[in-house]
């Protein structure tokens, strides 16, 4: 041979492929070539090597994953209508339960339940909370130690802007208002051990103590709609100033908005006047605002 055979053909040569003539044109050449006799000595020598290396192991469940990978691709190209029997392919092994990621889920979510919930059955009868108790429990107590139901409360109408302010000037000038915060303050003294039931003219209800607002204030009696509004403040007020004393109710405008005020005392800390502002007649929902009056 004139010419020296590619690899290609040496290495055929060397793994016993190719026709009787190729072989005899490749074994003449060979005999006078040493370079391509050492080529084909290297991939005799490779093949060796390899055949002396053991089959890898392979990763766990890469057999299912495979089998569901070729059935997933087998469905997505299937045509409608029913599959030759000759082209179905065998069901994929179902995973088992201890491989499944949601039956580890659920069995941590299991343990934790076990583990947590006798703990806070245990623990549920002597738990305390710092300040006054919890949101909920300063409302309840709120609305049931209170000493006048918020229903019956006396409802002011002023005229304007409602503000800290408005509040402060109508306590300081409006009997009627002066009479219901007094009235509230002594139901807060009176439900306190130790306290004295009367604190001179403090005690009166506000139709005991008489007076009349001027022509720019109108009152009346709260209706049952508005019971709602000190469990509302209570939940939001800060731990330290509750159980709330209910005073009377404020309808006006607040920063434009209609509104409907309550204004409380704080049976914790005496002397101390809040409002809450609510959507008019509306307390199902948490105060608006709050402003300290006093």
Known sequence: ??????????????????????????????????????????????????????????????HDRLAAAVESGAARAAPDGPVPRYR???????VPWYRRPVAWGA???????????????????????????????????????SGAAAGSLPV????????????????????QAKAALDSAAASTQAATPGASQGVGGAAQSPDQA?????????????GPGLEPCLPAAAAAADPATVPLRPAFFIQGTYRGREATILVTTSAAQPG???????????????????????
């Open 1 to 62: 041979m004139p010419d020296h055979p590619d690899h290609e053909r040496l290495a055929a040569f060397q793994a016993g492929d190719g026709d009787r003539r190729q072989r005899a044109d490749v074994e003449a050449h060979l005999a006078g070539c040493p370079s391509c006799a050492e080529v084909v000595a290297s991939v005799q020598e490779a093949r060796s090597r390899l055949a002396l290396l053991e089959e890898p192991a392979l990763p766990p469940g890469l």
């Open 156 to 175: 002011l109408r002023l005229p304007g802007e409602v503000s800290a302010a408005t509040v402060r000037s109508e306590l300081a000038t409006g009997s």
């Open 107 to 145: 069995a941590a979510a299991l343990l934790l339940a076990a583990l947590v919930v006798p703990f806070l059955d245990r623990s549920g009868g002597s738990r305390t909370t710092a300040g006054g108790g919890g949101a909920a429990d300063s409302a309840q107590e709120a609305a049931t130690a």
């Open 210 to 222: 008489g007076g009349r607002y001027g022509s720019a204030t109108q009152a009346s009696r709260a």
């Open 88 to 94: 179905r392919r065998p069901a994929a092994r179902p």
């Open 272 to 294: 101390r006047v809040d409002l809450w502002v609510f959507p008019r007649a509306n307390c199902s929902a948490a105060p608006l605002a709050t402003e300290r009056v006093r």
